[in-house]
């Protein structure tokens, strides 16, 4: 996987700024008084996208994409909920998510 972000600050074509929730807060916090961190994430990977999908369909690109925004929140020090991945970046149901992460798991990737 390459590095799809820099120190710089400055965003690439296909990348957004997102807000997720600090792994500091506990179960109890309530999402009010929740830290809330910002990550940068690569939603469209251009040209890499596109050879997956015509690869794999479009399942097979959503499944990519879910494992390099993982990634790079999980980089970054943050988290991504099932929640922020299926309705807020890739557009699914959370079912279809958990779906994908199934067969992620099956086949080994972590």
């Known amino acids: 996987m390459g590095c799809y972000f820099e120190t710089s600050g400055a965003l690439h074509p296909g990348q957004l700024l ?3 929730l600090s792994v ?3 179960p109890a916090t309530r999402l ?10 690569t939603l469209d990977a251009g040209e890499e996208d596109l050879v997956v999908r015509r690869r794999d369909g479009v399942i097979g690109q959503r ?17 991504l909920t099932i929640e922020n991945l299926a309705y807020r970046l890739l ?7 958990c779906r994908d ?8 990737v972590v």
Do not use: I, P
């Open 24 to 26: 500091e807060n506990g």
């Open 91 to 97: 557009g699914c149901g959370q079912r279809t998510l």
């Open 101 to 108: 992460l199934q067969h992620l798991k099956r086949t080994d």
């Open 18 to 20: 997102f807000d997720v």
């Open 63 to 79: 499944r990519h994409r879910l494992q390099r925004l993982a990634h790079e929140a999980f980089q970054q020090g943050r988290v």
């Open 32 to 41: 009010a008084h929740s830290q809330q961190l910002t990550v940068t994430l």
